[in-house]
């Protein structure tokens, strides 16, 4: 009998997973993840420089990266977009070219990978649950 047939309809009804809560920002480096953060609504270019403006640095104190550290991003348009370019230029950013769809290349997807797993193993009954139990992975993945 195959896993789902194995929970009743009410139950399997009622799991939530990652991507009912939206899309997930958050930053690493070698010292583990950094903030986790939750967007609620459809991310255009702005709202991705305000997320940036307000989480990439302190992220980056938060995990005693020193001066010359890179930030790396994919090629979502947002992120490649003029006026996104601009203001990390602005801001003496220093960012790494990288490569179209190469996801496999990407280190934080390895994180995204375990907070799924780690979160359906949980099995969050709703969005709420979902978001806490998210916060409290994240909080616990390893630096390594």
């Not at 583990?32 to 270019?45: F, H, S």
């Not at 940036?52 to 938060?62: D, E, G, M, T, V």
Request: with cysteine; charged share 30%.
């Amino acid at each position: 009998m195959a896993k789902t047939e194995e929970l009743s309809k009410d139950t399997r009804n009622k799991i939530v997973d990652l991507h009912q809560a939206g899309k997930t920002e958050s930053a690493i480096g070698k010292l583990g993840p950094g903030r986790l953060i939750r967007v609620k609504e459809r991310m255009n270019g702005a709202m991705y420089r305000e997320i940036l403006s307000k989480n990439l640095l302190p992220s980056a104190r938060a995990l005693k990266m020193k001066r010359g550290w890179v930030f790396q991003h994919d090629n979502d348009p947002k992120h490649t977009a003029r006026a996104t370019k601009e203001w990390l230029r602005k801001k003496h950013f220093k960012v790494l070219e990288w490569p179209s769809q190469s996801p496999d290349l990407n280190p934080i997807e390895n994180l995204w990978r375990e907070l799924k797993i780690r979160v359906a193993q949980r099995q969050p009954q709703n969005i709420t649950a979902l978001e806490e139990i998210c916060m409290e992975e994240w909080a616990k993945l390893p630096a390594t």
